[in-house]
């Protein structure tokens, strides 16, 4: 698909500006970010070199996440090229009725970190996104490209570089934002909401579209046949990502929880009901 294309061409240029700027934040080497669901608080994010393969590799760095989800860690000097932030631990208040409860494992692949300051989002989307580099071979520095790209064509945004609102929180508390980051944000509350109405956590919701992902596409299907949800032993409906999703987006957005009161872009609404991986 052509969008894809040129989302892979401009993510590419934003990761080189993600790390460069100024004398100053070339010699900080810090990688900073946040880890959503809702913000995760309590969770380890380890930062590994990964190897030319694709393959995981050393563990360089860690940090602990704050109340807000937010981490920052000082990468080793020397290093450049690829890298996977891995969040383990924590836990997060659901944004569709506020239950507190353990977070997943979020991931978050860097197709390449050449040093200063770079800032990152950790989010259900992107750790979808790994699992389109796994289905492609591996966390190579392309594969990354390509599936940060095809995530963000997806839901209508950069998924890896957008800092997503906290829609539990009024609007002012974390400044009024982007249009880009309140649908981040409302997307968040979404699959929160979707996750309810099917009777299962956000994080139970995230792993069955990961599994419904190693096909290649939301519908349903993963590479060993029909998705299951854990709860209910039932099967996923076909419709869970792309248009249920965009039309969960609405009714999150029209919620009591939607603290913040923000409304989604068509743009995203379009890419969700669309839901094509290319």
């Known amino acids: ?158 998924v890896m570089s957008t800092m997503p609102m906290d829609a539990m929180q009024p609007m002012g508390m974390m400044g009024m934002g982007s249009q880009t980051q309140v649908d981040y944000g409302l997307l968040m509350g979404a699959m929160s909401a979707m996750a309810s109405s099917m009777g299962i956590s956000s994080s139970q919701l995230m792993m069955m579209a990961m599994e419904d992902l190693t096909d290649g596409d939301f519908d349903g299907m993963g590479m060993s046949g029909q998705v299951m949800n854990p709860i209910s032993g039932g099967p996923m409906d076909p419709a869970t990502m792309t248009t249920m999703m965009s039309s969960m987006v609405g009714t999150f957005a029209g919620s009591a929880w939607n603290v913040g009161g923000g409304s989604p872009s068509t743009m995203m609404m379009n890419s969700l009901m669309n839901g094509v991986m290319p």
Not at 1 to 13: E, P, Y
Not at 44 to 61: K, S, W
Not at 85 to 97: D, F, M, N, P
Not at 129 to 140: D, V
Request: hydrophobic share 40%.
């Open 1 to 158: 698909m052509r969008i894809v294309g040129i989302l892979a061409a401009s993510l590419v240029l934003a990761f080189a500006g993600a790390c460069g700027g100024s004398d100053h934040m070339s010699d900080s080497r810090t990688m900073n970010g946040t880890v959503m669901m809702s913000p995760v608080s309590g969770g380890t994010v380890a930062c590994y070199a990964l190897n030319p393969d694709g393959t995981m590799g050393a563990m360089m760095a860690s940090a602990m996440t704050d109340a807000s989800g937010g981490f920052s860690m000082s990468m080793p000097e020397g290093f450049s090229g690829p890298a996977m932030l891995v969040c383990s631990g924590g836990q997060y208040a659901e944004e569709y009725g506020g239950t507190v409860v353990g977070s997943p494992q979020i991931l978050c692949g860097i197709p390449n970190y050449s040093g200063g300051m770079m800032t990152v989002a950790m989010t259900p989307f992107t750790t979808m996104a790994c699992q389109l580099a796994l289905n492609a071979g591996g966390y190579t520095p392309q594969n990354l490209v390509n599936a940060m790209a095809a995530m963000s064509a997806y839901c209508g945004l950069d």
